[in-house]
């Protein structure tokens, strides 16, 4: 089959949908790669080095092809240049792509990369949202680091001492171990919270401290049986009340707070209040990693930063694993390999199984219906 790779049309997207290497693997599986003009230059991927394992530069990846490969789905014009009966496998967000009937009228279908059973094991190679989290925890502390007017570690001077940097995580998944462990490796003091309780071992494991908030019994069993889905549970009112107490005295103390809390299909839910960052030291750093679905921080803005009265800056920085964009493509292109052999069978060759449980699950438009159950 004729695989495409187009160029990102979203503003600011750097990365691309394959590298290299997976455009070698797809090659030597038969099929032929059409890359469009550049679509790999932001992330250091010249034209050239795909020609050098036999794929084709083209201006237009579209025309002639059976299956797109995308970062970010089709928008607007480009869905116009699918062909009917093409597959697309991209990140769709959607639960909030107001387009997914536009692929559906074009008898596209639609794999959205990010609804993938994170349970399952066979799928972990393929965990877009997890190879993607862990570069973005990993950036998001220096590009804090980068804001911050003091230093992470404690440094013994002629001069005097200088005292760590205090670090508060807030939400305990995949990016926020990684920016634990990356502020730790920095020399920070760092301190986590999240609404999972078996999240403690993982942060202690790492060296963080955990902000532990007291929990019923009750509590605590549904906090496991939310756990097994891999996300957050539905807290009372009193352990919100509880856990609003505790995150207030240790945000108040941080000199920097990175957010990390996403919901699916969901706004991000609001984990700092203006009141708690009104009480900062000047000089602080607050990085919202959720700021493209409405935010952890009450006041951060997409693509900004702002300093607020008492001098404490908050990051509003999107696509946090675009600017490492070499790395987050070359994971990103893998995961989406590894998807892609699960559309090929060894005998009927190209086939979209919906008994599949892993092609189930990511398919949200196809044979000219929406799938997807929203709301």
């Known amino acids: 089959m004729q695989i495409g790779i187009p160029t990102e049309t979203v503003a600011g997207e750097s990365r691309v949908a394959a590298t290299p290497e997976t455009v070698k693997k797809l090659i030597n599986a038969g099929h032929s790669v059409v890359i469009e003009r550049g679509a790999g230059v932001k992330a250091a991927y010249i034209d050239s080095a795909y020609e050098q394992v036999g794929a084709t530069?083209?201006?237009?990846?579209?025309?002639?092809?059976?299956?797109?490969?995308?970062?970010?789905?089709?928008?607007?014009?480009?869905?116009?240049?699918?062909?009917?009966?093409?597959?697309?496998?991209?990140?769709?967000?959607?639960?909030?792509?107001?387009?997914?009937?536009?692929?559906?009228?074009?008898?596209?279908?639609?794999?959205?990369?990010?609804?993938?059973?994170?349970?399952?094991?066979?799928?972990?190679?393929?965990?877009?949202?997890?190879?993607?989290?862990?570069?973005?925890?990993?950036?998001?502390?220096?590009?804090?680091?980068?804001?911050?007017?003091?230093?992470?570690?404690?440094?013994?001077?002629?001069?005097?001492?200088?005292?760590?940097?205090?670090?508060?995580?807030?939400?305990?998944?995949?990016?926020?171990?990684?920016?634990?462990?990356?502020?730790?490796?920095?020399?920070?003091?760092?301190?986590?919270?999240?609404?999972?309780p078996t999240a403690k071992e993982q942060v202690e494991s790492l060296g963080g401290k955990w902000l532990d908030v007291p929990m019923s019994d009750e509590e605590k069993q549904r906090a496991a049986e939310a756990a097994k889905s891999g996300y957050g549970w539905q807290p009372g009112e009193q352990y919100i009340k509880d856990q609003a107490a505790i995150v207030d005295k240790a945000v108040s103390n941080a000199d920097i707070v990175i957010t990390t809390a996403l919901i699916p299909g969901r706004n991000a839910p609001r984990l700092i209040k203006a009141e708690t960052v009104a009480k900062m030291k000047p000089g602080s750093v607050i990085l919202d990693m959720a700021v493209e679905t409405g935010g952890n921080v009450e006041g951060s803005k997409e693509g900004e930063t702002v300093t607020t009265e008492n001098g404490v800056k908050i990051l509003g920085i999107p696509n946090i694993p675009g600017t490492v964009a070499t790395e987050a493509s070359a994971l990103y292109a893998r995961n989406v390999f590894n998807f892609l052999e699960t559309l090929f069978d060894k005998e009927k060759g190209f086939a979209i199984n919906q008994e599949d449980e892993i092609q189930k699950a990511l398919l949200v438009a196809h044979g000219g219906q929406v799938l997807l159950k929203r709301g």
């Open 57 to 196: 530069i083209t201006d237009d990846a579209y025309t002639g092809s059976q299956i797109i490969l995308k970062v970010r789905a089709p928008k607007g014009d480009e869905i116009q240049k699918l062909a009917a009966n093409t597959t697309v496998v991209a990140m769709f967000d959607p639960y909030r792509n107001p387009e997914l009937d536009q692929f559906a009228t074009q008898q596209v279908s639609a794999f959205a990369l990010e609804l993938l059973p994170r349970t399952l094991s066979r799928a972990q190679n393929m965990d877009v949202l997890s190879s993607q989290a862990n570069l973005a925890g990993y950036k998001s502390v220096l590009l804090a680091a980068a804001e911050y007017q003091r230093m992470f570690p404690m440094l013994m001077t002629a001069a005097g001492t200088v005292k760590p940097a205090r670090v508060v995580i807030m939400g305990v998944g995949v990016a926020g171990l990684q920016a634990i462990a990356t502020a730790k490796r920095l020399g920070a003091v760092v301190e986590a919270t999240d609404l999972r």
